[in-house]
């Protein structure tokens, strides 16, 4: 039996990761798909359109058999910490095989290279790196600076190899996987169609960003995006949006307000919020408005607007520096919740009961008796996340996720 692991955000399902999830069988010769999504927030510091429930539900429609939770201390974090967290979960299964994700130009010497070097992080890069930071150079335009002034990788491939958001990510997937020691292969599939920023539909392979920004932003009808979301999650995209409208991140500005006032003398403590942001964040707490026009408002050449909003989405969620740095020292993950699992994928449940080194949680009211104190505070804080995401919608507060089951798809 083969399992090839899949790490995602789903925001939304669209007919690229249909094609990356189909092009992962053929490339692994793979019986079972395991994926590992972001919950109710994601790697930009925004909540996704739609929850976890519905996102995974329309990953196995289109062929995953085991959805499984990125605890959101990690899949709001940079892609460090990101890939990190959620490699550390497929490694701990105990039977997944290989790793495939998208790269916009894939060359395995280069990247292996790179990330041989930056697991290691040689002294001389380590001091060029501080040295442009502290010109004020963002830490995306700092590390590739100091790459190209110490590493034998040629400047103008490491330029391009690292600027595109896919290749970062897989850079850092490589890195977790070195620093894991894990049995995993790597494999990376050429990203189809739009460019991961794209705004506008423009193909049968727009895009999350201009799928997003056609909902949120220009509210077309749900019909008018038949083309990009694959025929059998289709419906579900549909029944999800009509019952609840897409959630964008100014849904949450008046809980950004309140966790601003009640948290202006420690702004430190809070997770990717430097003494630098956290003056700049004081000094202009009057002109709050909106998160994202916070946001905007804040962006220097130093903190781009994603680093920004990354830091008030763990603002919202009250991550600190002191939990992150204290899971990472103590397992990274210690459980793997389930969102959802397709009961004709049963043996690839059983073998993984039986390797697997982390407990499977599929019911957060059980997690009590199979957790630590460690892993409860992680699981926790992602109930708390749902909670606050459900704060922005129709559900309101009475969403109460220990009464919402796991997928089980027949």
């Not at 100014?250 to 403590?269: K, R, V």
Request: proline share 5%; glycine share 4%; aromatic share 10%.
């Amino acid at each position: 039996m083969k399992t090839v692991g899949l790490i995602a955000e789903y925001n939304p399902f669209h007919n690229g990761h249909k094609y990356h999830m189909e092009e992962a069988k053929k490339l692994t010769n793979a019986d079972y798909v395991v994926v590992v999504m972001s919950g109710d927030f994601t790697q930009r510091g925004c909540p996704a359109i739609m929850d976890k429930f519905v996102r995974a539900h329309m990953a196995l429609a289109e062929g995953a058999d085991l959805v499984i939770e990125l605890p959101a201390v990690y899949a709001t974090a940079s892609a460090e910490y990101f890939a990190l967290g959620a490699v550390s979960i497929l490694d701990r299964l105990g039977c997944v095989d290989a790793l495939v994700f998208g790269s916009e130009s894939w060359d395995s010497c280069s990247f292996n290279q790179i990330a041989e070097f930056l697991v290691n992080e040689p002294e001389p890069y380590q001091a060029i790196l501080k040295e442009k930071l502290s010109l004020g150079l963002s830490y995306p335009s700092a590390r590739i600076q100091a790459l190209q002034e110490s590493c034998s990788v040629p400047k103008t491939e490491l330029g391009m190899l690292l600027t595109e958001p896919n290749n970062i990510l897989a850079l850092e997937y490589l890195k977790a996987l070195k620093k894991l020691d894990s049995s995993i292969a790597p494999f990376a599939i050429k990203r189809m169609g739009s460019y991961y920023y794209e705004e506008k539909i423009t193909s049968a392979y727009s895009s999350a960003t201009s799928i997003r920004k056609a909902l949120l932003q220009n509210r077309i009808p749900l019909t008018a995006l038949r083309s990009q979301i694959p025929e059998n999650s289709f419906p579900i995209f549909c029944r999800a949006l009509e019952s609840i409208p897409p959630i964008s991140l100014d849904d949450f500005s008046g809980y950004g307000a309140y966790a601003l006032l009640s948290h202006e003398t420690e702004l430190e403590d809070i997770f990717d919020i430097d003494p630098f942001l956290a003056n700049r964040i004081r000094k202009n707490m009057e002109q709050y408005t909106s998160l994202s026009a916070f946001a905007d408002l804040l962006k220097t050449k130093a903190y781009t607007h994603t680093r920004i909003t990354r830091a008030l989405c763990h603002l919202l969620l009250q991550i600190k520096t002191a939990d992150m740095e204290y899971y990472i020292n103590h397992g990274i993950c210690s459980y793997a919740r389930v969102l959802g699992f397709r009961k004709a994928s049963s043996p690839l449940l059983s073998a993984i009961k039986k390797a697997s080194s982390l407990p499977l949680i599929t019911k957060p009211a059980k997690a009590y008796s199979l957790l630590d104190a460690t892993a409860l505070a992680m699981l926790n804080l992602d109930l708390y996340a749902s909670r606050v995401y459900h704060s922005a919608t129709k559900r309101g507060m009475a969403y109460d996720e220990y009464a919402t089951p796991f997928l089980l798809l027949k």
